[in-house]
């Protein structure tokens, strides 16, 4: 199953936080703060502007993105996670 | 009946979820999770821009999507459910 | 006494829904849900772009429609009621 | 004194309600329900768009128009209880 | 001093309301209604459009204005009282 | 240190309000009202409009301008407190 | 790793306010107001406009900046704290 997202939206899988502390301790899960990184796995095809026209897209397929912790909508596809957000709920892209 | 929705809607049908877990045990319906996949049944003209111009629509006939949970409102036609609801409410196109 | 709506206002007379339920039991006033089923009896010009042009209406006189339980102002004229609504309330034309 | 409405605004005089029921009987004032129907006296120049231009208005000096029940700011002139309100505030002209 | 108000703003005077009713009896001042007629004392330039063009004001000072009783800003200048309100603050010109 | 103020904000520096009643008594600090008077000590170089113009601002350094008492954002500058507002909140300038 | 902001937004470090007071005495660390002075590290490209096309930013990296205490959102990378708010966060640029 493949998805396409839609307008200026864009799909991200996050990626996962390190589960252990620089001393080496396996911190359990619930004391986890969620992660805020992502891989961009789709991009949608732009917001229409008011004169048909699509408005191009910042990130791309493959771009590694910070977005703020509670972001996007969950969705569970083939049973992995995904975050459908808006490309505006990203701050940044890592490079 | 056929419904024809109005600027940038969408008549969408809910796609049942699997009533079965995968140890084969079935779910009672209560504690099921409203499903969030549908099959467009029917798409508007477009919203009309400011200058009279109908904006195209990115969903067609028969696209499979994802849309937010509690997108859009319920309508039964000749015993069916559907809801209505906006494109921007569509969260991807299921490919 | 005849109305004409203003602006992207449309006119509607609500369509009784049926009073009888399968079984052939009459269902009493109160437990019946308000239909949402119309007919369109007046269209306004549609709304003045910032341009000065009207935008042009997507419902004529005589079409059927589907509008949210909620919508528009209820209006008596003649001991009729009526609702005046913005079109962008109805959510689809039956056909 | 004649009042000259600014913008897209509109001074509108009520219309009494009946004081009559189909019975004949007499209500007292306090069961009344406020009417809604008006008579329009006066009509602004029109909302002014980006490019200074003024938009026309759809109702004239005359007109009988039906409006929402809280619609407008009450104004008192020479003894006579007048309503300004927006012509988007009025619903429909009474033909 | 001399106020010069900003974009679309007007500075306006109260004008006095009457302080005898019709039986002659005066009211003390905690009974009266807050008047909300008054005088345009300064016009700002006008909102200056996306353009960078100002957009023409619809008062002009002089003129005697109805406007909403809470509407503005009240301002001391060498003792006397005015207010500053938005253009749009102003219901109607009094002729 | 010199500020230069972004977009369409302005800095300006309070202009103290007399200590001293008509009668002569010195009002204590605190039953003072803040003043709302004003130097303009620096001016952004206003609105970026969608085209990418700067929008000309309405004020210039050394304009003695009035704006609403909870109007900016405090600022303190060598020991020196300034206000930086937007230019629409500054009511009116004092000629 | 590094940071690419995306639209008008802006990467900020904070600079550390001083922790001495003029007497000399260390202030203890709960009792320092929060910073609001930083430095640019990175700048987004602008956001877009409805044609399209980037809208150029006022703000350039290295630039020392003031901004609101609350402004944007916070950051982790590498160990390193950053805020990251849109352009229009920034009050003023320090000279």
Same mark, same amino acid.
């Given at each position: 199953?493949k998805?396409?997202?839609?307008h200026?939206r864009?799909?991200?899988?996050?990626?996962?936080?390190?589960?252990?502390? *620089? #001393?080496?301790? $396996?911190i359990p899960?619930?004391? %986890?703060?969620?992660?805020i990184?992502g891989e961009v796995? &789709?991009?949608g095809?732009?917001k229409?502007s008011d *004169? #048909?026209?699509? $408005?191009?897209?910042?990130?791309? %397929?493959?771009?590694?993105?910070?977005f703020?912790?509670y &972001?996007?909508?969950e969705?569970?596809?083939d049973?992995?996670e995904?975050?459908v957000?808006?490309?505006?709920d990203?701050?940044?892209i890592?490079?």
């Amino acid at each position: 199953m493949k998805l396409k997202p839609l307008h200026d939206r864009v799909l991200v899988k996050r990626l996962e936080s390190e589960e252990v502390t *620089k #001393g080496g301790i $396996i911190i359990p899960d619930s004391a %986890k703060e969620k992660p805020i990184k992502g891989e961009v796995i &789709a991009v949608g095809p732009g917001k229409t502007s008011d *004169k #048909g026209e699509k $408005i191009k897209m910042n990130v791309e %397929k493959g771009n590694k993105v910070l977005f703020n912790k509670y &972001a996007g909508t969950e969705i569970k596809v083939d049973g992995d996670e995904f975050l459908v957000m808006r490309e505006d709920d990203i701050l940044a892209i890592i490079e």
